[in-house]
């Protein structure tokens, strides 16, 4: 943006449509900003990006592929442009991000705080060294990026931002809300496709989130993976039934029998 009365240039980059739609709208709302592209993965984001050279984009942090943190480390630090985070981060992300002097809104986005952030960067980019702040950028991503997003948020939204390794509580995010469910009341959790199934007091929880990210916030004190796709409660196996082929069947407290698969029939020994 050359001139003062020039209107901002905007990418809008979410994996969900209605999200975009949402932003969109607000943001034609308000003076001084114009929508150029929207992106609904961070690798069409990177192309659009270095194409069109905005001077804002609007990035979710959580996206399938290339999530909001790993799509500005991508992009060459001459050619990245003023970005607002947009995230469910709870207060604890918010202010590791303001720590960082990097510019956010929370989902639900509140139009005041959406303008906030416009009159962030509007002065950035009048009166600041932009050089200076896209490495300052670059260098609380990469802080926030020692975990994945997905991990991180979990953390924090169950108050386990600095303490123990495994938080008590795991946050299942599904609809805008967050459910904490107590690690401990788990009862097994198996994969569906990029989908973790979490299985808890009768009830079965969804989230995005990988096993091996999942499996690195569960206790293996009390968690085990017994097949590539499933982790148990070792504290639930009731019975373990040996099969012909090899494998072990476990079987639960609640009567749900799970498969051990050969290539972990050596974890046989946590239940003993």
């Not at 799509?71 to 050619?79: D, F």
């Not at 097994?188 to 916030?217: F, N």
Request: charged share 25%; net charge negative.
């Amino acid at each position: 943006m050359s001139a003062a009365d020039e209107s901002l240039s905007a990418i809008i980059v979410d994996d969900e449509p209605l999200a975009r739609r949402g932003l969109r709208l607000r943001l034609a709302q308000m003076p001084g900003v114009e929508v150029i592209a929207e992106c609904s993965n961070g690798r069409e984001a990177l192309e659009q990006i270095l194409t069109l050279k905005p001077d804002v984009a609007f990035v979710d942090i959580q996206m399938p592929g290339i999530n909001g943190l790993q799509l500005v480390q991508q992009i060459p630090m001459e050619q990245l442009p003023q970005v607002v985070f947009v995230t469910a981060y709870d207060q604890y992300a918010v202010k590791a991000f303001e720590i960082n002097a990097v510019d956010y809104v929370l989902k639900p986005i509140e139009e005041e705080r959406l303008e906030l952030a416009l009159s962030r960067v509007q002065e950035k980019i009048a009166t600041a060294d932009i050089a200076q702040q896209r490495e300052q950028l670059l260098e609380a991503v990469a802080d926030l990026t020692r975990q994945s997003p997905e991990v991180l948020e979990q953390k924090l939204a169950s108050g386990q931002i600095a303490g123990s390794a495994y938080p008590d509580k795991i946050a299942v995010k599904d609809s805008g809300k967050i459910t904490l469910v107590p690690a401990r009341e788990i009862d097994w959790i198996d994969a569906a496709g990029d989908y973790m199934c979490v299985h808890a007091c009768g009830e079965t929880h969804v989230m995005r989130i990988t096993m091996k990210e999942l499996e690195q916030q569960l206790d293996p004190t009390w968690f085990q993976r017994i097949h590539r796709s499933t982790i148990v409660n070792l504290s639930r196996v009731r019975e373990i039934r040996a099969h012909i082929n090899g494998e072990y069947h476990l079987v639960l407290e609640n009567g749900e029998c799970l498969k051990m698969s050969r290539s972990y029939k050596s974890k046989v020994q946590h239940f003993l």
